[in-house]
Each structure stands twice: as structure tokens, then as C-alpha cells.
């Protein structure tokens, strides 16, 4: 212990010595292992941290699963029922589904997130209410369902905290609800709710049909499920078992069942399973970052070994076995890891709060993201570690050798073997460097891509909201509200268009329907969008064949539908659509006749390709809630924000404007993840490129310094200027040229890893990788061109002089 | 060949100037074998480094053939160098890194020359100084008389018209620095114009002409019977 506080105090006094060294090691080291604890913090919290649930390992998301194309949906009322009441590995099983309800009652209107919940959800997350109860199985019948739980956020948000408000009512939808208990505003299970209500049937209804038992609909996929693992059930042993279940009812319901399996997911893959292979990328990216500042300060360390060759001999003289050589230098490097640990941590202390500022909600939802103990513990790991790392290859090669050699060596010593491992450093940096500028070139040429597809419609200008009349009030109420809403909208001064439909592209969500041609029984399958006539000219999708919707169809016998590009090149190939039929479509039984053909518009995101789409008209059909569309005619669609209030107020003063924003800025958040995953992996390539070219720029001068007399010789024989610049800067491209190529092979061998997080390049795009070697060529030419530049002005008398 | 008129050389200190070479008048004609002598810190060595264009920080005139040195700019000095001049150090000074075929290519790959020509004049150069046998040794795997053997050999593998040779066998024993002094003298009998540096009578004994240097001052030289220092210096 006394000779570790010794080795302590001494590596003080070294570091303290030579403040340049100290301060550009603990820079680089500061900057990999800030760099590291950033983004662990968000791994840490994202996906190692268990949900905060008991045993939340145990809790599953359930759904049905199509056996032919993998694709995953939501559950069936009647199927959901047959699993929970056939299988014996859950403990509990739950349903679930949002229900958008109007809060009224306060200053002004509401919408808010609500959640119609079957019997079992409480139990299955087994969180307590932080006030009053959660739901019991008394509240799912018909005539005792108007009780809600709130969510802890929307409670403080818009009650104040007020702890009476357990018994009392609350106005949703315009009926009184009993507030029956508060839960914590951690408890959050489907990133969704804000407050949950029961359901008369135990088993939530369908949004269009709210007063319909859905217990035997099998044909409605709207639930979320959720399940519990009984103790002892393994998830392997869930799954088989929930598969001869969906064998079972295959067999027994073929119409409805055809190839539908059942998956199970652990909630926390299903809660972060999209971002999960950002995160780890980002976290590789950074563990390079970490690597290179580590073998930044390990040539620094060599450097300085270099002149301490005599102190060490001098100590091996005096008795000191190499190990303990040893210790004493890695002392020293752990020390300087350790300072660099705290600046780094510091570091990433002030920048957490401006990673999550620019993450997408996946990870800006996890309000518990910081640099908590683990982080802590995890940062002082990784100091540690990079201490020995870096601090190895230097002490061995300072404790090797005899003193003889060393003292007749005297202050020149001897630099072949460290200029060997500097060199092999330096390629590794400038390797590892441009895999990181190849991932960040593939991400930034995806998100250039990305932002050229067309979405099929006008993005600028676009105001967009929500509004929906309570699930009680009949659809034609609903359509009337829609429509006069809509007109006020179109009378606004500023307003160019307005419209109105059922499910706005990049709003989230979407709702398919079956259909069938008339006298053909082959079920064809499409997105089903219900709108008014100028919804189309409003977000300036265009019309290909035939007419738009109009006034009076939503008042005619004959229906009628739009249909988009894609189902008329899927259903109809070669073939003009207009005028013909589909059948079984909606609720609709008869004949829907195509009347118009409008453009493909990218409904889920920019990336998702098309899919087929059904516009009917409000009045004709119906939708619980719409999204109100308003093309400004300046460039600031937000500006018409009080207007488009007044204006829903004008028609109803309960009804709440939800989700209000700019088209622009709904494009912007879905495109979120990908920017935020190309600005990290580019600030991170950007560091290591940095740094790379600072250890060459390290490693060059060193050189330069060691041959200053063969260069002083090369002169005196006639070199010139340009030959000793070719010649140093030779030296450092060979290096940087080694570093390019075989940063170019693992590149190809590791970006393949990252195509699912590519879009429209491929993942051994030339041109890319082109650019990104060119780019690193260049700034090592920039690293190298000065220690060059240095050694031109090598005084060959001086050099030769110096023997 | 070489005309020196006042040159001088000083050096900026803390005190003040020094002067390390002081109005140096000298002619060297062409084909001379020239012995420069005097003490340590007589200015020896920085007459070579003048004299060889390396050193640029002098005052007077400087002629050599028909250049006006004192005239020319660094490049078209370092031209002068390449084309005409050859170096021999005390020390050898030879590349480590390099094979001794490498070390005698350096000075030619500094100059025009095609890598063809290059190959045969070092193959021709190895011949001559019979070291065909070594030239894929490193310069540690040679003996002191063999690395200066092969330092000469470099020197005058571009046909120089001068040989600076500063003290060339300093480092070599008796019978090895006959075998380099011998050598001189056949380059000089073909031609070659040589300024030698040496503390050894036997080796001054080679040349034709040995000028005495002293603190910076010419003090005897058999052309110019007028050389010697002036009773009162002034800086």
C-alpha cells in the first residue's frame, strides 16, 4: 500500500511536470470516454435497465402474426379471448387500445390519450395505484364502466396534483366519469396512455362500433395484447404452447384464421426493438472514438519512454525488479485515465441533455437518461481499462533492456522498436477512423435520399390538427361537425384550402380493410381513408383518372370511392379502373364503384413504399375522429393557429384541438431517429478523424525529430526542399495509405451490418467509401505537411554537427 | 576555380558578433589538391560548409567557375552543390537504413538522372572502389575504412569537379587512412579539384598547397605570401 501511495504521489509529480503532455492526454482521453458515457447513459437507460415493472422481464407483448409473410398486427377480440382462456403459461392476460377522449370541464377543451383497457391490465403490470385503486373486474360490466385511472403526468398537468380528486368526477367525452385512482407517472406501459378506462365487456370495442359487443368479432384486429409468464414458464415453452393454440383455431375459424400465428415479444425488445440497432451502432462508433484517444496517448506515452530510458535503467540499477517497473508506469497511465475519466464524465454530464434534445421520442421518453451510478461505475471501468491499454505496450518497452545500453545510449536512446509500434498505432487510428467517416458517409447519403422521395404531397404550408365528437354522438352528428368545421376553416382569410380525413399521412397509425371484386371471392386488402372532397386539393395529391369525391356523393345512394396509383397497378393491371366495383369493403356489403384515381402518397413514413389505398367520402362512411387539414396561403401555416380554434370553437366550444402542428414539422419528426443516428455517428467520426490526424501529426513530428540528422545528410548531398517534403510526407502517406486501405476492407466487412439502417444506398456504395478515403487522404496530408514543412528547415551544418 | 574575396562569417551570440571567419582571400585553381589546417575552432569547417554551399550566412564574394556565388539565390547555390560538388565527412554519415548500392543511389536520385543511368553509374562506382561484394550490406555491417571507402565513393559517384573532404580518416587507423589517402590522390590525378580538412602532416602531405587557418584568420598560405593576421583587430 505504502509503495502504491509512493507510485501515486511520483505519477503526480510526473504529470504535473510536463503540463503539455498531461493536458493533450487527458484531452484525448477526455473527449473518448465523454463520448463513451453519453451514449452508455442512453444504453444503459434504453436497454439494459429493466422496466420498472415487477419482474418485467416476464411481461410479453402479444400478437398475431401471418405465418406466410411474418408481418405482426394487432389481436382479435374473439381471439384474444380463445388464447387467454386456452393457455396455461400466463399468469394474467390483458387487452388493450387507445381511445382518444375530449377532457372538458377545465378552462378550455382537451384531447387526451386514453386507454380502454380489459380486466386483467393492472394486475398483469402489477404496479399499484400511487391514489385511490386501479381498475377491478366490477368496473368492466355494463352500468358501473364510467370510472378512469389518470396517469400521474396528466393528474399534475391539468388537476394540480390535487389529491381530492379520487371520488369525484371528471366531464370525458361529455359524460361524467368517477376518478377512481392516480397511478404514478412512471407507469407507462404503452408509451401511450394518459388515463385508462374500463370496458362493459371486459374486452375493449371497436372505435367505430363503441356500442357493439366485440367479444365475437375474430375478423377486427384493434388490441394490443399483453401477457404475464406464470413462474417457472420459460418463453420457449409460452410460445409453443401459443402456437397449438393458433393451430387450433386455424383449423376451427379457417375464414378468419388463415395463416395467423401468434408472436411474443419481452416488452422492453417490443418498447425499444427500432432504436436497439442505433443505439449499439452509436455505441461501436464510440468504443472506436474511445480507441483511438487511447492509442493517441499510448505514442505520446512511447514518446516520452523514449527520454525516460536513463531514470528507468537508473532505478533497474538500484534495484527495481521490472515489475515493479512496470507498476510504477502503469501508475502513471492509470492516473491519467482516471483524471481524464472525471473531465470525460464532466463532459458528458453538460452533454446528455443535448444528445436527448435532439433524440427521437423513443429515447426523449426515458426521463430517467443520466449519469447515474452505473454510468458511473461503467465510466470508471472504462478508465481504468484504457489506463492499462494505453499504459502497457509503453511500460513494457521502458522496462525492457539493460542499463549499459542505455546509459551509453544516453539522451538519444533507441527508437526503432516504439517507432515500429507508433506506426503500427497510428495505422490502427486512421483504420478505425475511416470505418467511422464510411458508417457516417452511409448514413448521411441515406438521409439525402431520404429527403428526395417525393411524399406525393405538398408538405409547405400545411397546418394539421385533430378533432373528434364523443364516441357517443351518432355519425351523422360526427359528419356535420366534420363538415361545418371545414367550411369555417375554408372562410378563414389566410386560408387557401381546407380539408378534412380520417388518417393523415405521417400522423401515426393506420387502419387496412379487406375487399373483394364483385363475383370473385380473391380478398384483396387496402388502407381505408375517409375524407372530404377537398382534402385531395388541399394537400395537393394529384388526381390521375377520372373525378375528385364531391358534395354530392356524401348525400347519394350510389357509393363511391377513390382509389390510389398503387391498388389500381395491383387490382386492376392494364386495366381502367374507373367505373368498375369492389365488394365486402367496411361494413359495406354491395358495391363500391371507383369514380377516380389519385397519386400514391407515403402514408407511414418516407421510407415505407405505398401501399393500396380506399378514400371514401364523410357522409357515406364514418370516422370516431379526423384530421383537419388547412393549406395557408403564407409561408407560416402556424400563424393560423387561433384562427383554426376559434373556428372548432365557432362550432363546438367542448371539442379540443389534438395534435396541432405543420406538415413541415410532422415530416421533420419522422425522419427524427435517422437524423439523429447520421448527426451522432458524424460528430463521432468527425472526433475520430480529429484525433487521428493528431496522432499522426504526433507521430510525423516525432520522426522528423529522430531524423533530423539523416536529413541534414540527405541535404548536404544535394536534397532540396521538395525531396525532404516528399520524403517526410512519403513516410506519413505510406502510413495514412496503409491505415486508408485496411480501414477500406473492414468497412465493407462491418457497414454490411448497418443496412437496416440504410435507405436507397447500399451498405458498399463505392462512391461513399471513395469520398470518405479521399476525404482522410486529405486531412492526413494536412497532419503530415507540417512536421514536413519543419523538417525542410533542418540546418544541414547543424545537423551534421550534431553526432 | 574557387575565388574567396573578404568573405566573412559571424555568428550572433548573447555578447554580441563573433567572428569565425575573418577576410578570407583565396584562389583554388582548377585540379589543386588543397589542405586546410589549423586548431579546433579555427573556422575549418565552416570554411568547408561555405565553400560546399551549405552554408549561406556569409559577407563578401564568393566565385566559383564562372558563378557569382555571392550572388545567387539558396536554390541556384544547392544547384551549384549538386552538380559539382562531392562530400566526404569525418563521421561517414552514411544512410543506417540503407543498403551501401542505396547510399551511393542518394545523391543521384537528388539529381536529373533516369534510374537506367543511375543503375550503371553505382555500378560503375562499385567497380571502381571494388566493394561490388558489399553493396547489400547495411552500413553496421561494414568496418570504419570500409563505410569511408564507401563515403567516398558516394562523393564522387556524380563526377564532382570538387571534393570537400572534412577531416576524412579522423576516425580510421593508419592503414585504412592510407588506403582512403590514396584514393584522393587518384581522383585529384584524374582531375578532380580536392579541399582536404585534416590535423595529420602525412595526410597534408598529399596535397599540393596546405593553408593554415587561425581564429578565423588565414595565416599562411604559399599562394598569397601576404596572409597573416593583422596586428590590430578590429571587429
Known amino acids: 500500500m505504502e509503495t502504491l501511495i509512493q507510485d501515486v504521489r511520483y505519477a503526480l509529480r510526473m504529470l504535473r511536470k510536463s503540463p503539455g503532455f498531461t493536458f493533450i492526454a487527458v484531452a484525448a482521453l477526455a473527449l473518448g470516454i465523454a463520448s463513451t458515457t453519453a451514449i452508455f447513459s442512453v444504453v444503459d437507460t434504453v436497454l439494459l435497465h429493466p422496466l420498472s415493472y415487477p419482474d418485467a422481464t416476464r411481461i410479453l407483448s402479444v400478437r398475431e402474426s401471418d405465418r406466410g409473410t411474418g408481418d405482426r398486427s394487432s389481436s382479435s377480440p374473439a381471439n384474444y379471448i380463445d388464447w387467454q382462456g386456452e393457455n396455461h403459461v400466463f399468469s394474467y392476460m390483458a387487452a388493450s387500445r387507445g381511445s382518444p377522449v375530449n377532457l372538458t370541464g377545465g378552462d378550455r377543451p382537451e384531447r387526451v390519450r386514453g386507454v380502454m383497457t380489459s380486466t386483467d391490465f393492472f394486475p398483469l403490470f402489477g404496479v399499484p395505484a400511487m391514489l385511490g385503486r386501479t381498475l377491478l373486474p366490477d368496473d368492466n360490466q355494463p352500468g358501473s364502466d364510467h370510472v378512469v385511472v389518470l396517469g400521474g403526468g396528466l393528474w399534475k398537468r391539468r388537476f394540480g396534483s390535487d389529491r381530492t380528486l379520487v371520488g369525484r368526477n371528471i366531464t370525458l367525452n361529455g359524460e361524467p366519469y368517477t376518478v377512481v385512482g392516480v397511478m404514478p407517472a412512471s407507469f407507462n406501459p404503452d408509451d401511450y396512455g394518459e388515463l385508462w378506462l374500463p370496458s362493459a365487456w371486459g374486452v375493449p370495442a371497436h372505435p367505430l362500433l363503441p356500442n357493439q359487443d366485440p367479444r365475437s368479432a375474430r375478423d377486427r384486429h384493434y388490441l394490443d395484447a399483453w401477457a404475464r409468464?406464470?413462474?417457472?414458464?420459460?418463453?420457449?415453452?409460452?410460445?409453443?404452447?401459443?402456437?397449438?393454440?393458433?393451430?387450433?383455431?386455424?383449423?376451427?375459424?379457417?375464414?378468419?384464421?388463415?395463416?395467423?400465428?401468434?408472436?411474443?415479444?419481452?416488452?422492453?425488445?417490443?418498447?425499444?426493438?427500432?432504436?436497439?440497432?442505433?443505439?449499439?451502432?452509436?455505441?461501436?462508433?464510440?468504443?472506436?472514438?474511445?480507441?483511438?484517444?487511447?492509442?493517441?496517448?499510448?505514442?505520446?506515452?512511447?514518446?516520452?519512454?523514449?527520454?525516460?530510458?536513463?531514470?528507468?535503467?537508473?532505478?533497474?540499477?538500484?534495484?527495481?525488479?521490472?515489475?515493479?517497473?512496470?507498476?510504477?508506469?502503469?501508475?502513471?497511465?492509470?492516473?491519467?485515465?482516471?483524471?481524464?475519466?472525471?473531465?470525460?464524465?464532466?463532459?458528458?454530464?453538460?452533454?446528455?441533455?443535448?444528445?436527448?434534445?435532439?433524440?427521437?421520442?423513443?429515447?426523449?421518453?426515458?426521463?430517467?437518461?443520466?449519469?447515474?451510478?452505473?454510468?458511473?461505475?461503467?465510466?470508471?471501468?472504462?478508465?481504468?481499462?484504457?489506463?492499462?491499454?494505453?499504459?502497457?505496450?509503453?511500460?513494457?518497452?521502458?522496462?525492457?533492456?539493460?542499463?549499459?545500453?542505455?546509459?551509453?545510449?544516453?539522451?538519444?536512446?533507441?527508437?526503432?522498436?516504439?517507432?515500429?509500434?507508433?506506426?503500427?498505432?497510428?495505422?490502427?487510428?486512421?483504420?478505425?477512423?475511416?470505418?467511422?467517416l464510411a458508417g457516417s458517409g452511409l448514413l448521411i447519403k441515406s438521409f439525402v435520399r431520404l429527403m428526395e422521395v417525393n411524399p406525393g404531397f405538398d408538405t409547405s404550408r400545411l397546418l394539421v390538427f385533430n378533432v373528434g365528437l364523443p364516441t357517443s354522438s351518432t355519425p351523422a352528428q360526427q359528419d356535420d361537425f366534420y363538415h361545418q368545421v371545414v367550411e369555417r376553416l375554408q372562410a378563414l382569410p389566410g386560408v387557401q384550402s381546407a380539408g378534412a380525413v380520417s388518417r393523415v399521412p405521417l400522423s401515426g397509425g393506420n387502419s387496412d380493410r379487406g375487399f373483394e371484386l364483385p363475383g370473385s371471392s380473391k380478398k384483396y386488402n387496402a388502407d381505408i381513408r375517409i375524407s372530404t372532397p377537398l382534402y385531395f386539393q388541399t394537400m395537393g395529391i394529384p388526381l390521375l383518372k377520372g373525378r375528385n369525391l364531391s358534395e354530392q356523393d356524401a348525400h347519394s345512394s350510389v357509393l363511391v370511392a377513390v382509389i390510389n396509383e398503387e391498388l389500381a397497378r395491383e387490382v386492376f393491371p392494364g386495366q381502367d379502373p374507373i367505373g368498375k366495383y369492389i365488394v365486402k369493403?367496411?361494413?359495406?356489403?354491395?358495391?363500391?364503384?371507383?369514380?377516380?384515381?389519385?397519386?400514391?402518397?407515403?402514408?407511414?413514413?418516407?421510407?415505407?413504399?405505398?401501399?393500396?389505398?380506399?378514400?371514401?367520402?364523410?357522409?357515406?362512411?364514418?370516422?370516431?375522429?379526423?384530421?383537419?387539414?388547412?393549406?395557408?396561403?403564407?409561408?407560416?401555416?402556424?400563424?393560423?393557429?387561433?384562427?383554426?380554434?376559434?373556428?372548432?370553437?365557432?362550432?363546438?366550444?367542448?371539442?379540443?384541438?389534438?395534435?396541432?402542428?405543420?406538415?413541415?414539422?410532422?415530416?421533420?419528426?419522422?425522419?427524427?431517429?435517422?437524423k439523429f443516428a447520421m448527426l451522432l455517428l458524424s460528430i463521432f467520426a468527425g472526433l475520430a478523424m480529429l484525433l487521428a490526424a493528431i496522432g499522426l501529426y504526433g507521430v510525423m513530428s516525432y520522426a522528423v525529430s529522430q531524423r533530423t540528422h539523416e536529413i541534414g545528410i540527405r541535404m548536404a548531398l544535394g536534397a532540396q526542399k521538395e525531396d525532404v517534403l516528399k520524403l517526410v510526407v512519403g513516410q506519413g502517406m505510406r502510413l495514412a495509405g496503409l491505415g486508408v486501405i485496411l480501414g477500406l476492407v473492414a468497412s465493407v466487412a462491418l457497414t454490411r451490418l448497418m443496412s437496416t439502417l440504410l435507405f436507397g444506398v447500399s451498405a458498399r456504395d463505392p462512391i461513399t467509401f471513395g469520398i470518405v478515403a479521399a476525404l482522410l487522404v486529405a486531412v492526413a496530408l494536412l497532419a503530415n505537411y507540417i512536421p514536413a514543412r519543419r523538417a525542410t528547415k533542418v540546418d544541414p551544418i547543424v545537423a551534421l554537427r550534431y553526432e | 576555380m574557387i575565388q574567396l574575396r573578404n568573405l566573412e562569417r559571424t555568428y550572433k551570440t548573447g555578447a554580441g558578433v563573433t567572428y569565425v571567419l575573418r577576410r578570407i582571400n583565396l584562389d583554388i585553381r582548377d585540379g589543386e589538391f588543397i589542405t586546410v589546417m589549423g586548431p579546433s575552432g579555427s573556422g575549418k569547417s565552416t570554411l568547408m560548409s561555405i565553400l560546399g554551399m551549405l552554408d549561406d550566412s556569409w559577407a563578401g564574394e564568393y566565385n566559383f567557375l564562372e558563378h557569382e556565388v555571392h550572388k545567387l539565390d539558396r536554390k541556384n547555390r544547392a544547384e551549384l552543390n549538386r552538380k559539382y560538388i562531392g562530400f566526404v565527412f569525418q563521421s561517414y554519415h552514411l544512410l543506417d537504413n540503407l543498403t551501401v548500392y542505396e547510399n551511393l543511389d542518394v545523391p543521384l536520385s537528388y539529381r536529373n538522372i533516369s534510374r537506367g543511368q543511375?543503375?550503371?553509374?553505382?555500378?560503375?562506382?562499385?567497380?571502381?572502389?571494388?566493394?561490388?561484394?558489399?553493396?547489400?550490406?547495411?552500413?553496421?555491417?561494414?568496418?570504419?575504412?570500409?563505410?569511408?571507402?564507401?563515403?567516398?565513393?558516394?562523393?564522387?559517384?556524380?563526377?564532382?569537379?570538387?571534393?570537400?573532404?572534412?577531416?576524412?580518416?579522423?576516425?580510421?587507423?593508419?592503414?585504412?587512412?592510407?588506403?582512403?589517402?590514396?584514393?584522393?590522390?587518384?581522383?585529384?590525378?584524374?582531375?578532380?579539384?580536392?579541399?582536404?580538412?585534416?590535423?595529420?602532416?602525412?595526410?597534408?602531405?598529399?596535397?599540393?598547397?596546405?593553408?593554415?587557418?587561425?581564429?578565423?584568420?588565414?595565416?599562411?598560405?604559399?599562394?598569397?605570401?601576404?596572409?597573416?593576421?593583422?596586428?590590430?583587430?578590429?571587429?
Open chain 1, 229 to 436: 409468464l406464470k413462474p417457472g414458464v420459460t418463453l420457449q415453452q409460452a410460445r409453443e404452447e401459443m402456437t397449438a393454440i393458433a393451430a387450433r383455431l386455424e383449423k376451427q375459424y379457417p375464414d378468419s384464421n388463415k395463416d395467423a400465428g401468434v408472436s411474443l415479444i419481452g416488452m422492453q425488445d417490443w418498447q425499444v426493438g427500432d432504436i436497439r440497432p442505433t443505439l449499439l451502432l452509436l455505441l461501436v462508433a464510440v468504443a472506436f472514438v474511445l480507441l483511438i484517444g487511447c492509442a493517441n496517448v499510448a505514442n505520446l506515452l512511447l514518446a516520452r519512454a523514449t527520454g525516460r530510458t536513463r531514470e528507468v535503467s537508473i532505478r533497474a540499477a538500484l534495484g527495481a525488479s521490472r515489475l515493479r517497473v512496470i507498476r510504477q508506469l502503469l501508475t502513471e497511465s492509470i492516473l491519467l485515465a482516471l483524471i481524464g475519466g472525471v473531465v470525460g464524465v464532466l463532459l458528458a454530464a453538460w452533454c446528455v441533455p443535448a444528445l436527448l434534445a435532439m433524440s427521437p421520442p423513443d429515447i426523449r421518453d426515458f426521463t430517467t437518461i443520466g449519469v447515474n451510478r452505473d454510468v458511473l461505475g461503467f465510466s470508471i471501468m472504462v478508465s481504468v481499462l484504457s489506463g492499462i491499454l494505453f499504459g502497457l505496450a509503453p511500460a513494457l518497452h521502458a522496462s525492457r533492456g539493460n542499463l549499459n545500453e542505455y546509459l551509453k545510449e544516453g539522451e538519444r536512446g533507441s527508437t526503432g522498436g516504439h517507432g515500429k509500434t507508433r506506426s503500427v498505432l497510428v495505422v490502427a487510428e486512421v483504420g478505425l477512423s475511416l470505418i467511422l
Open chain 1, 585 to 674: 369493403f367496411e361494413t359495406f356489403d354491395g358495391p363500391i364503384q371507383i369514380v377516380g384515381v389519385v397519386g400514391n402518397v407515403r402514408h407511414e413514413d418516407l421510407e415505407t413504399a405505398p401501399r393500396p389505398e380506399i378514400y371514401l367520402p364523410f357522409g357515406q362512411a364514418h370516422w370516431p375522429s379526423a384530421y383537419m387539414v388547412v393549406r395557408s396561403k403564407t409561408s407560416d401555416p402556424l400563424a393560423l393557429t387561433t384562427a383554426a380554434q376559434n373556428a372548432v370553437a365557432s362550432v363546438n366550444k367542448d371539442i379540443p384541438l389534438a395534435n396541432l402542428r405543420s406538415m413541415q414539422d410532422m415530416l421533420a419528426r419522422s425522419v427524427l431517429r435517422r
Open chain 2, 118 to 235: 543511375r543503375a550503371s553509374m553505382v555500378a560503375e562506382i562499385l567497380d571502381r572502389f571494388q566493394i561490388v561484394g558489399k553493396k547489400d550490406l547495411y552500413p553496421s555491417q561494414l568496418s570504419g575504412g570500409q563505410q569511408q571507402l564507401v563515403g567516398v565513393a558516394r562523393a564522387v559517384v556524380g563526377n564532382p569537379k570538387l571534393i570537400l573532404a572534412d577531416e576524412p580518416t579522423g576516425n580510421l587507423h593508419s592503414s585504412q587512412a592510407k588506403e582512403i589517402m590514396d584514393r584522393f590522390k587518384k581522383l585529384n590525378d584524374a582531375g578532380t579539384t580536392i579541399v582536404q580538412v585534416t590535423h595529420s602532416e602525412v595526410n597534408a602531405a598529399y596535397g599540393h598547397r596546405t593553408i593554415q587557418l587561425f581564429d578565423g584568420w588565414i595565416t599562411s598560405d604559399p599562394a598569397n605570401p601576404q596572409a597573416k593576421i593583422p596586428a590590430v583587430v578590429t571587429p
